[in-house]
């Protein structure tokens, strides 16, 4: 008898748990606009529990401060997701251009003390409103376009939006929605002549043919830049406080179940490289200096309006491993 009550303790135990997963499933759909055929939505809802059970146990990890959950990815696999939003081998396809890439050399009269405890160009005007890629392998060609969007606003043209879509359709090196690179993007956007204004060539997230229209240039770059391919952090935050916010790469799978905090040394990011961001700036968040990271999924990912809360001085997520900039 004992035995029987226990059982059927264990199973309501279960099924309240199946419907509070559930319940949640439910409210994921209302809230992304999801829609599912009979047969797709038993595989979604298998992979949603699984997504569920994966923040769990990242939260429960000792010193864990970033917080996981629901997102708008949350019915997708890890591997759907690398395939649909992140790019493979990326770290593979910079050497041929770190011979003769140009170095940024910090000024020699700033010093770290004089950093004040926050800075953001998006206090400046200089920063473009965060973008949604979609489900396409671009970010490269958006950490690229945000990286020239600023730098072009910051020397005294104005902010505009430009043209991501004609770097995905265009840039023949790169491989559009199948991924990139912002240095062989620079090198498109140099070759080119310049970008298109995004109302003039808006993205649409898929590749399409090349529709580039050089009397339609808005913008135009002399040529990019190193900060740091070495993890300099100190380079990072003095290119940051001297001349504009840069783009960098970084390993962003465990980014896909993130919804707010600070991912510090200790959340199990990766150092990988695979996915282009714009970095703005810094601040203090629950007592920890972060990186303060735009991402590309739009403004409904994350807590943050599409912002991500990074720790510095630690390579977390690798964010010092390829950061660069365009020049005006």
Known sequence: MKFLVILVAVLFACAVLAETDEDKFQSFIAKFGKSYTPAEYSTRFQIFKDNL?????????????????????????????????????????????????QKWSPPKNIKTEAYPASFDWNSKGVVTPVYNQGQCGSCWAFSTTESIESMNAIAGNGLQSLSMQQIVDCDTTDGGCNGGNPPYAYQYVMDAGGLELYADYPYVGVQTECR?????????????????????????????????????????TLWQTYTSGVITADSGCGSRLDHCVQLTGWLQVSGYNVWNVRNSWGQDWADNGGYIYIEMGYDVCGIGQEVTSSVV
């Open 53 to 101: 059970r994966r923040s769990e146990a990242l939260n429960a990890q000792p010193k864990q401060t970033a917080v996981f959950g629901v997102t708008k990815f949350s019915d997708l696999s890890p591997d759907e997701f690398r395939e649909q939003y992140l790019i493979a081998n990326l770290t593979q396809q910079t050497a041929p251009l770190l011979a003769k890439a």
């Open 212 to 252: 580039f229209n050089p009397s339609d240039i808005a913008a135009k770059i002399s040529t990019w830049q190193w900060i740091t391919e070495d993890d300099n952090e100190a380079a990072m935050q003095s290119f940051v406080y001297t001349t504009g916010p840069p783009s960098i790469c970084v390993d962003a």
